[in-house]
Nanobody
Framework: QVKLVESGGGLVQPGVSLRLSCSVSGFSLNYAVAWFRRVPEKGLEGVACLHISDENTFYKESVKGRFTISSSKSENTAYLQMNSLKPEDTATYYC????????????????????????WGQGTLVGVSA
């Protein structure tokens, strides 16, 4: 079956960098992949999205210049490099994709992105505090 497994989260101090990985099995990353995050009492919010074919990237405004999304075809893995982490970045981070093409611009801002994409990981916790 299709499985996405996130890793790389942890508890760090502000200003520290983390790299999250999303290992995909049972499915090949072909079209796009995105990272979302969830904070208690809040819905999922789009963090970053990558159109694999043309390598176009899209980011939540608050993480622009700090986060970078990428993917490796050979490893069938997506990454989220997070620099200059802030306390407000604290959340559970999920990677997600789909078996069909999807527009990053739409999915990133969708009120229910879980209804838009079929494949999700279990999440990895990122905690940022002094």
């Amino acid at each position: 079956q299709v499985k996405l497994v996130e890793s790389g989260g942890g508890l760090v101090q502000p200003g520290v960098s983390l790299r999250l990985s999303c290992s995909v099995s049972g499915f090949s990353l072909n079209y796009a992949v995105a990272w979302f995050r969830r904070v208690p009492e809040k819905g999922l919010e789009g963090v970053a999205c990558l159109h694999i074919s043309d390598e176009n990237t899209f980011y939540k405004e608050s993480v622009k210049g700090r986060f970078t999304i990428s993917s490796s075809k050979s490893e069938n893995t997506a990454y989220l490099q997070m620099n200059s982490l802030k306390p407000e970045d604290t959340a559970t981070y999920y990677c997600a994709t789909d078996s069909h093409p999807f527009p990053c611009q739409v999915v990133m801002s969708a009120p229910n992105p879980d209804l838009q994409l079929d494949y999700w990981g279990q999440g990895t916790l990122v905690g940022v505090s002094a």
